[in-house]
Nanobody, 128 residues
Framework: QVVVIESGGGLVQAGGSLRLSCAAS????????MGWFRQAPGDEREFVAA????????HYADSVEDRFTISADNAKNSVYLQMNSLKPEDTAVYFC?????????????????????WGQGTQVTVSS
């Protein structure tokens, strides 16, 4: 089992930046990928970004490409999400997730059901 805990959310004006962090513990040696998802009120949980734990290859949702950057520090079992040029539509609860599935080791996975461990979420609010 892997436990993940997010931090770094908050309130920011449109055009601003935030950096989210996620620390993993437990069976981290078995992780194939980590990802970030978000969920706004009344919406389904949507994919934001993912990173392969072994290769570092990344994958992004079209809506955040060129604005968000996912990175990992394997030594610290941590993953980060640097969010720049934030927009009000980025407002959501952001969740970190870890996968133990081998098929996610290439570029990460973008379906929630491919992830086996989830954090409690951190609120990101972007004001206009």
């Amino acid at each position: 089992q892997v436990v993940v805990i997010e931090s770094g959310g908050g309130l920011v004006q449109a055009g601003g930046s935030l950096r989210l962090s996620c620390a993993a513990s437990g069976r981290t040696f078995s992780m194939s990928a980590m990802g970030w998802f978000r969920q706004a009120p009344g919406d389904e949980r949507e994919f934001v970004a993912a990173i392969s734990w072994s290769s570092g290859r990344t994958h992004y949702a079209d809506s955040v490409e060129d604005r968000f950057t996912i990175s990992a520090d394997n030594a610290k079992n941590s993953v980060y999400l640097q969010m720049n040029s934030l927009k009000p539509e980025d407002t959501a609860v952001y969740f970190c997730a870890a996968s133990l599935y081998e098929h996610c080791s290439g570029y990460g996975c973008f379906h929630p059901y491919d992830y086996t461990s989830w954090g409690q979420g951190t609120q990101v609010t972007v004001s206009s």
